[in-house]
């Protein structure tokens, strides 16, 4: 089946891939643009690895459900297997992907990669980068297929070098440290999880003391997930 996705992005984006592009549009004056694009992936793949896509396309509850079983049934009435037909003639599926839980443009190559892995191959994105991890779980929150997404992460994703945050008190290196504790969290990495922790509430954070929230602390690292902020004690 194809998959029809829309990565909405808004000027409200912050960060880029790669990492440039923000910059670029801004000297252009140029509204950000939102990628469509078209995946091809196998059906009993999705449904086996995410239940997002189960409820979605797995029965009659959706409309795309009962799109997707007639038409099957027409392909099958035709004698012709699916994979073997143009992408023209497979089920199409449209999906909204909004940005406000990563303010990232181009993470439509997050989006391939992730599915990437839960078809069984390799990512294909270079260089890798924190926001690019980061990006990767929580799409994988969203899409409900974290089991494959972690493993992967633990796995072919072990080596990675995390930016170092410690006695750097700089807004920046406080969203790196966020990133860092919603990747070890989604994970499963729990001593380094407890290390970032630990870390963010030696420093403090500058949302515990703002007034109101920013438009950047609508993103999913700002608003972490499983209770940890409201567990961590302002120092």
Known sequence: ?????????????????????????????????SARVFYRVRLDTLKKHSKYFTQLLGSDVFGE????????????????????????????IQIVDEDDATRTLGREVVFRDMLRIVHGAEHQTFPITLNYITILVTMADRYDCMLLIQRYVQGSLARFKYPITVDKKDAKSEELLRQKILVFYYTDRTQQLAAATKELIMRGSSR??????????TTAWWDLPGGLEGILPCP
Not at 65 to 92: M, N, Q, V
Not at 208 to 217: D, R, T
């Open 65 to 92: 459900g009962r799109y997707i079983a007639d038409r099957f049934t027409e392909i099958a009435a035709a004698k012709k297997r699916p994979s073997d037909i143009e992408a023209d003639e497979l089920p199409r």
């Open 208 to 217: 515990w003391v703002a007034v109101e929230n920013k438009p950047e602390f």
């Open 1 to 33: 089946m194809i998959l029809d996705v829309t990565f909405d992005s808004t000027t409200a984006c912050t960060k880029s891939i790669p990492a440039d592009t923000i910059q670029k549009l801004k000297a252009l004056n140029t509204p950000f643009p």
